[in-house]
C-alpha cells in the first residue's frame, strides 16, 4: 500500500510540474507574439486565456482521478481497528 500511494504522490507531482509547464510555455509565447504584432494583442490574449483555462480544467480533471485512486487504494487495504471495550460500571 505504501508503494501505491508513493507512486500517486509522483502522480500528483508530475501533473502539477506538466500544468506549470505548459501555461508558462504558453505565457512566454503570448507575451513575445504581443511584443511582435502589438495590435493582435486582444485576439493573443483572449487565445491564451482560454488555452489556460483548457490546460487547468484538464489538470483538475487529472488531479481529481489521481484522488479517486488515492481513494480507492486505501480503502482497499484498510483494516477495520479492533473494537474497545469499556470496563466502566455505571
Do not use: H
Not at 4 to 14: D, E, R, S
Not at 42 to 47: C, Q, V
Not at 75 to 89: G, L, R
Request: glycine share 12%; hydrophobic share 55%; aromatic share 8%.
Amino acid at each position: 500500500m505504501g508503494l501505491a500511494i508513493f507512486g500517486i504522490g509522483i502522480g500528483v507531482a508530475i501533473l502539477v510540474a506538466g500544468a506549470a509547464y505548459g501555461i508558462g510555455k504558453l505565457s512566454a509565447s503570448a507575451v513575445e507574439s504581443i511584443a511582435r504584432q502589438p495590435e493582435a494583442a486582444g485576439n493573443i490574449r483572449g487565445a491564451a486565456i482560454v488555452l489556460a483555462a483548457l490546460i487547468e480544467g484538464f489538470t483538475f480533471f487529472a488531479l481529481i482521478v489521481l484522488l479517486l485512486a488515492s481513494n480507492k487504494v486505501t480503502k482497499d487495504n484498510w483494516v477495520e481497528p479492533a473494537p474497545t471495550f469499556s470496563t466502566s460500571v455505571k
